[in-house]
């Protein structure tokens, strides 16, 4: 079946730095690719939309401009955490479709931590 | 996208079927139901969805209301790889909101060995 695969699938960063977080579509191409950040104990909440050759769409609530979204090719996302800080710890997660409405495939997730 | 109702969390035991149950009284006649599952620090994995009719996949069953109303995920025989966070989630057919899928709480499933 398709594959999403993420990278890293955990890092360590200290206060004041970015992250780069890396989502790949491996045998199928992907126009629309999701961000979900999941808390302990709480469920995925949706971030943005992330759309090829275009802006991505945030979500109310969730800060554009430390939460970069790029999405460069058919097969590849990225999320950039800017000038990160301890409450940005989450576990990342992104996925994608073949066809809208059909099922989703979502990448291995990231935990991210920042000391 | 409509709004679901699951238990917050269920056990079962080892060998034995699991009845996952899923009340969504406003659904709407272009809502998919699916669900999804995750297993600790993994993300979500796709388990099977339906419209109507009752479906089957090799993972596990979805017994849907003739009403629509609620839905029903079944695993013939839970095995300890089973323990995890299921969702029931509403999508519309015609692909609205992007495509995106709105997650619930889900219900944490223990299996008991």
């Known amino acids: 079946g398709a594959v999403v695969s993420q990278h890293p699938s955990r890092v360590i960063c200290k206060s004041g730095t970015s992250v780069k977080i890396e989502c790949r579509s491996l045998?199928?191409?992907?126009?629309?690719m999701f961000w979900y950040r999941q808390f302990p104990k709480q469920s995925l909440m949706l971030m943005a939309t992330s759309n090829e050759g275009s802006k991505a769409t945030y979500e109310q609530g969730v800060e554009k401009d430390k939460f970069l979204i790029n999405h460069a090719s058919l097969t590849l996302s990225t999320l950039t955490v800017t000038s990160a800080h301890p409450e940005d710890s989450s576990f990342y997660i992104c996925?994608?479709?073949?066809?809208?409405?059909?099922?989703?495939?979502f990448g291995q997730g990231t935990r991210l931590t920042v000391v | 996208d409509a709004k679901t109702t699951q238990p917050n969390s269920m056990e079962s035991n080892e060998e034995e079927p699991v009845h996952l149950p899923c009340n969504h009284s406003?659904?709407?006649?272009?809502?998919?139901i699916h669900w999804y599952r995750q297993l600790p620090s993994q993300g979500p994995e796709y388990v099977i969805h339906g419209l109507t009719s009752n479906v089957n996949n090799r993972m596990a069953s979805l017994a849907i209301a003739e009403d629509r109303k609620s839905s029903t995920l079944i695993l013939h025989r839970a095995t300890l790889r089973d323990a995890a966070v299921y969702y029931c989630i509403l999508r519309d057919g015609y692909g609205g909101s992007q495509g995106n899928l709105i997650f619930g709480k889900g219900t944490k499933l223990s299996v008991k060995p």
């Open positions: 996925s994608a479709r073949i066809i809208p409405g059909s099922e989703a495939f």
């Open positions: 406003t659904i709407s006649g272009t809502d998919y």
């Open positions: 045998d199928f191409q992907a126009t629309t």
